[in-house]
């Protein structure tokens, strides 16, 4: 690349992406994509909408901006309305910025706010799970457990605690039900909690279906109920991060709703605006809300583009679009549909361990040996060459390289916007399908 923009890969050669249309992205040599993955799971109405295009276009015509500390606006109100109402419990607060990280960070510090006003200002330890990926800022980079996104900057990371991820495939014994498994590994927060003392821990941080890392890991049955009570036990506030599951991707507004649990805050972003605007949520308790309100009175955190209008009128109509089209229930139907035909399409395939996920948020993790789970080995790159197979194909999906331990292991994972057809996700496997073997040519005959 010979520009001035920084890119991501400073050798890349990107193609230029001109336009979209439902799930397809256009190039300007013409090329079309499918975008199985909405490039991080968060085009969940695919691209070229116009009834967001005419709701932002609508917003920048009445205020583009205006600065939290001087004016609220008709949408930012609307769209924490709206939040409060879908979310499950006493959820019911918004704190709106625009992105994941950002979302990260207010609930970070909005839990730390919270024991200080309640007088317990020991609780400073956070607790989070290996595999789990919540942002690129310090403070959520801290709370992550991605080896090679860390390293660079490990020694400037707030110190956290990390368990084990609820992760059956690898992790359950055998012979052990899922439930068993589930309480045994909900235990593991109960002895991280009494081996640094409770009245040292501030929250519990996980995603409650695993996205980027861990490659669409769902819990348990029972194990975040486990969570919740463990958390309640020891006035551990927990944080779920469902930035990426959350906001109707695994078919329900929140993913934990399928768990059973309200967790004390939960973050969102990605599918919230859907891409139509950078845009993200830190939503909270009632008690947490009002333990800050009823003592000093702020939240001790703000941004310039906080509550940001366009972004707020932009997630308020992706948000009317998911209901008028009632796209949950889609999202339920066609991620059992997408789920039954990988399973039929990769039940015999020699590298293919686990098929796995929630709703439209799926992900197949590739192994060297089934049996034993063994990866391939990093320096393969097989994950990187499926992707660059399928894009080479005109599929869009999204790889991860450190599925099995934090630095090996490959997996891909998809999330399709909520109104693909049954057509679409058939032509999705079938190409995903012939990228996979086709990167397993290539890796083999480097390892012969
Ligand atoms: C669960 C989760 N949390 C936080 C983030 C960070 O979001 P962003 O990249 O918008 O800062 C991501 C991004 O992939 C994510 O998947």
């Known amino acids: 690349m010979t520009g001035h923009l920084i890119h991501r ?52 015509h009445k205020i583009a901006y205006s600065h939290t500390s001087f004016f609220t606006s008709q949408p930012a109100e609307a769209l924490a309305d709206r939040i409060a109402s879908a979310t499950p419990g006493d959820l019911d607060h918004v704190y709106f910025s625009s992105s994941g990280s950002e979302a990260v960070e207010a609930a970070l510090k909005m839990a730390r706010q919270f024991h200080v006003e309640c007088g317990q200002a020991s609780r400073t330890r956070v607790i989070s799970r290996r595999l789990s990926y919540h942002g690129a800022t310090l403070g959520a980079l801290a709370v992550s457990f991605n080896p090679a996104r860390r390293a660079l900057y490990e020694d400037l990371l707030f110190p956290v605690t990390f368990i084990e991820p609820c992760h059956a495939y690898r992790n359950a014994l055998p012979h052990e039900t899922v439930h068993a498994y589930g309480a045994r590994a909900a235990a593991g927060l109960e002895a991280a909690i009494l081996r640094h003392g409770p009245q040292t821990v501030m929250a519990f941080i996980a995603e409650t279906v695993v996205g980027a890392t861990g490659g669409a890991i769902p819990p348990a049955p029972g194990y975040f109920a486990d969570i919740r009570r463990i958390c309640d036990r020891h006035g551990v506030l927990l944080i779920l991060d469902e930035v990426m599951c959350g906001a ?68 308020l109509a992706v948000q009317d679009v998911v209901v008028q089209q009632n796209l949950l229930d889609r999202v339920i139907s066609s991620g059992a549909y997408l789920r039954g035909r990988l399973g039929k399409f990769f039940a015999d395939h020699p590298a293919v361990g686990d098929i796995r996920g929630r709703g439209l948020l799926q992900a197949i993790e590739i192994v060297a040996d089934p049996p034993t789970m063994r990866p391939f080995s990093a320096q393969l790159g097989l994950a990187a060459r499926i992707k660059a197979e399928a894009f080479s194909r005109g599929l869009l999906v999204y790889p991860g390289p450190a599925v099995a331990d934090g630095s090996r292991g490959d997996h891909v994972l998809l999330a399709p916007p909520y109104t693909t057809t ?27």
Do not use: N
């Not at 979209?20 to 909405?38: F, M, N, P, Q, V």
């Not at 695994?250 to 139509?276: M, N, R």
């Open 248 to 315: 109707g991707r695994t078919g329900t507004f929140l993913s934990c709703e399928q768990d059973g649990i309200v967790p004390d805050i939960v973050t969102l972003a990605k599918g919230l605006g859907a891409g139509y605007q950078p845009i993200a949520a830190t939503v909270c308790s009632r008690r947490i809300y009002d333990a800050i309100a009823c003592g000093s009175g702020a939240f001790r955190h703000g941004q310039t583009y906080s509550a940001h209008a366009i972004g707020c009128a932009a997630a």
């Open 9 to 60: 890969d400073a050798a890349s050669t990107l193609p230029e992406i001109v336009a979209g249309r439902g799930i397809e992205l256009i190039d300007s040599t013409g090329k079309t994509y499918l975008d199985a993955c909405g490039g991080a799971a968060v085009s969940c109405l695919g691209h070229g909408h116009p009834v967001i295009a005419a709701a932002i276009t609508a917003q920048l």
């Open 422 to 448: 049954d057509a679409e996700l058939d032509r999705i496997v079938d190409m995903l399908g012939a990228a996979i073997d086709a990167a397993l040519v290539s890796v083999r005959k480097i390892a012969t």
